[in-house]
């Protein structure tokens, strides 16, 4: 089984502050995607990333996938209430396997 | 474009009771995939099913299944329920079997609570 840990599990800032979320594997995986899921709904994609070192970015935040592909990275600038959820990285596999990241639950503060 | 829709949103179970669970994916989508979402185990992969067959499976006991019909809705069943099934049950769908890129679109999930 593909182990994706993601640190740090909780995080509580101040609205206006910067964050990095990070997503490790020993495992290689041939993408890599960015969910965020509020409470009462479902996860939501924010982005995938399918090349090693590939940097995205989507408004104020920027991912990031190692380049090894067995890391990935979310960083948000200037975070608002609004960016509050749980967020989960997923490893895919070759093999239609999709594998999900421990979590991180991040509060903004207003 | 109507999104993925679970039912029932919530419902609550005896312990050695069985549930079903329903699932309709996007229209046009023929991938449909059970994840168990818990505090403790997070976001953890049942089974995915694709044309009415089983293509993946995750690593829960056989009390656990699933199927899907011709319309691409999908079912999943849970057997003789044990207090630690209380969970929210996630289904998502895709266009093509789930992997690398490839989009998937949860629903909102069954909250079950087995007492």
């Known amino acids: 089984t593909q182990l994706l840990e993601q640190s740090p599990q909780f995080l509580s800032i101040q609205e206006g502050e910067n964050l990095t979320v990070y997503c490790n594997s020993s495992?290689?995986?041939?993408?890599l995607q960015w969910y965020r899921q509020e409470p009462g709904e479902g996860p939501v994609l924010l982005v995938t990333?399918?090349?090693?070192?590939e940097v995205k970015k989507l408004k104020r935040l920027t991912f990031q996938f190692g380049d090894a592909r067995k890391d990935s990275s979310l960083h948000i600038t200037a975070a608002q209430p609004g960016d509050t959820g749980l967020y989960l990285c997923?490893?895919?596999?070759?093999?239609?396997?999709?594998?999900f990241g421990t979590g991180t639950r991040l509060t903004v503060i207003p | 474009k109507a999104g993925v829709t679970q039912t029932p949103r919530y419902l609550i179970k005896t312990r050695g009771q069985q549930v079903t669970l329903s699932c309709s994916p996007i229209?046009?989508?023929?991938?449909v995939s059970w994840y168990q979402q818990t505090p403790g185990q997070g976001l953890q992969f049942l089974f995915e099913?694709?044309?009415?067959?089983?293509?993946n499976k995750g690593n829960f006991p056989g009390r656990f299944s699933g199927r899907q019909f011709s319309n691409s809705r999908s079912e999943m069943n849970v057997s003789t329920l044990e207090l630690g099934d209380s969970a929210l049950y996630l289904c998502?769908?895709?266009?093509?079997?789930?992997?690398?890129?490839?989009?998937?679109?949860f629903g909102e999930g069954s909250w079950l609570t087995v007492v």
């Open positions: 998502a769908s895709s266009l093509r079997l789930t992997g690398a890129g490839n989009t998937i679109y």
């Open positions: 495992s290689v995986f041939s993408s």
């Open positions: 990333v399918v090349t090693g070192g």
């Open positions: 997923a490893g895919g596999t070759g093999a239609n396997n999709l594998f």
């Open positions: 229209s046009g989508h023929r991938s």
């Open positions: 099913y694709f044309s009415e067959t089983q293509r």
